[in-house]
DNA sequence: AATCGCATGTGACATTTGTCATCAGTTTTT
DNA sequence: AAAAACTGATGACAAATGTCACATGCGATT
């Protein structure tokens, strides 16, 4: 057994310039260890399947290839013991109830500052949960009001498919997928569909 | 005089967490100080004018209100005798070419590591130019094709404004952007307005 | 002055998109 | 079991979008 209680943490983040800034600030910490640094939800997989489980693992939402929330859905379906925290960005509070279902003890947004990761980090560790306030009362308000297939429709419109190509991809006929996306753009009160999922990505559901 | 011979630093940067981190980074270099630290661009002006120039500016380049760029624009309208050097991310190269024709003077990738931003900032500090490798070449086979008004057009297009909108913001009449779009949508091999958006967002062109 | 190139506009047309009423199965509720 | 709610599909129609050929005007070139 250590002489000194230490939590080890595994950082995960795309852009390495953020990660190791958060990484040294965090090792400055003399109860934090720096356990491995990521770049991407795959490698953070790849890592704990060799290694012991961290106590926590704070983690980007956004990342290429398998994102924070697909390593939250990892960690649960494998009864991991880590702890998971995430971060992201104000603007996308859509994220929260998704993450919460998962099973995440913490959500910190990029904007908050350095002491309040800290404190979070170590309020996780002793077993809270941590919620920015901000995303907190976002979140409340944030009645996503769309079905899966509106979403599912949304987000491919968004990359710029048209309906034909939808249809094919949803195995649904065109016209239903007009009116899933007619649906939507009512329901968001949007122009077109391009404004839809603008408003829909803007807040986190696509 | 000094008796040591010191470099200060403006870090501007929009969420807090990279931002402090980042600085903190910075900080435990004996020779770099951090002169201040700004969430965007506007408070970096609003200090600007009411401090001595710093040495360097180090500044993220997407942020709210005023950004990277805008900032950037500034500093050589005012002939300030600071260094900017822009953070960006790999996706976007397209900023490159704009950026050095505003003279800034290092643009490094986020994605690049720490060590990285150190020596470059100590060369910019010397006088060097600094860019990413990766970033120089994506700029070069980078042409944009699109003229300025089939970007406005395009940029307008992708928050979700109708046709109509977009000719009243121009000051155009619809047909002229129909073509327009018509245009871009080909240059760029898309498949509509919505295709062509993404196409162009993603290279940095709008 | 004649010519060229460019930006802008027009009109015509086919296609795509958005809206709506309605219908047939299926599942859920009562 | 009857009624209600849900899912997916149709057809019809208006509006928006994409394409193209061609006109106009204006500054630069010769």
Request: proline share 2%; with cysteine.
């Amino acid at each position: 057994m250590n002489s000194k209680a230490t939590t080890t943490i595994l950082i995960v983040e795309d852009q390495s310039l953020v990660r190791d800034a958060i990484a040294m600030l965090l090792s400055l910490e003399s109860e934090l260890t720096i356990a491995a640094k990521c770049s991407n939800g795959q490698e953070a997989i790849d890592y704990l399947s060799a290694h012991p489980a961290p106590n926590i693992i704070l983690s980007d939402i956004e990342m290429p290839l398998v994102s924070g929330l697909d390593l939250a859905a990892y960690v649960t379906k494998q009864n991991l013991s880590t702890k998971l925290v995430l971060m992201t960005t104000f603007s996308k509070p859509g994220y929260i109830k998704r993450a919460l279902s998962l099973g995440v003890k913490g959500f910190i947004l990029k904007e908050s500052d350095s002491d309040y990761l800290i404190d979070a980090i170590h309020k996780v560790s002793a077993g809270e949960k941590v919620i920015s306030t901000e995303l907190a009362i976002m979140a409340l308000d944030d009645n996503n009001p769309l079905s899966q297939k509106e979403m599912a429709a949304l987000k491919l419109a968004s990359e710029g498919l048209k309906t034909q190509d939808i249809a094919q991809s949803l195995f649904l006929s065109e016209g239903t997928v007009r009116n899933y996306l007619s649906e939507a753009i009512s329901k968001l009160d949007a122009t077109n569909r391009v404004d839809a999922a603008r408003i829909a990505k803007q807040k986190g559901w696509l």
